[in-house]
């Protein structure tokens, strides 16, 4: 599977996501929306991304597809209108899975030295 290049955007209602998909049959394409997961198939292609906060399927998502340049626009609805999703340039976070993203840094204390008591 090929990740696509992508931008993810916001407006008070949406999350907007932009894919560069050239040459995909509109037909084939494939979304899933769940909790704070939106996951994107259409043969080559494959991406899934994990929000800070849930977005949901309520009938007011929405795609474009624009043949010209092969880009896909996808209005994906906030479960929470008006809420702020912080981090959407990170496309890593973006891109790790859910348990991945909610893991804090894995670092391990191998020895400590106290330089008051020496």
């Not at 080559?44 to 880009?71: C, W």
């Amino acid at each position: 599977m090929i990740t696509p290049v992508f931008t993810v955007s916001q407006e008070d209602d949406f999350v907007i996501v932009s894919l560069k998909v050239p040459y995909i049959k509109v037909s084939t394409m494939d979304f899933n929306i769940s909790q704070d997961q939106f996951r994107f198939y259409a043969k080559p292609y494959f991406l899934r991304l994990t929000f800070p906060h849930n977005v949901i399927e309520d009938g007011n998502e929405k795609a474009s597809y624009d043949i010209e340049k092969g880009m896909l626009t996808v209005h994906v609805p906030k479960e929470n209108k008006g809420e702020f999703f912080e981090d959407l340039d990170m496309l890593t976070t973006l891109l790790a899975k859910r348990n991945d993203a909610v893991k804090g840094p894995s670092i391990e204390v191998v020895s400590e030295t106290n330089k008051e008591n020496g």
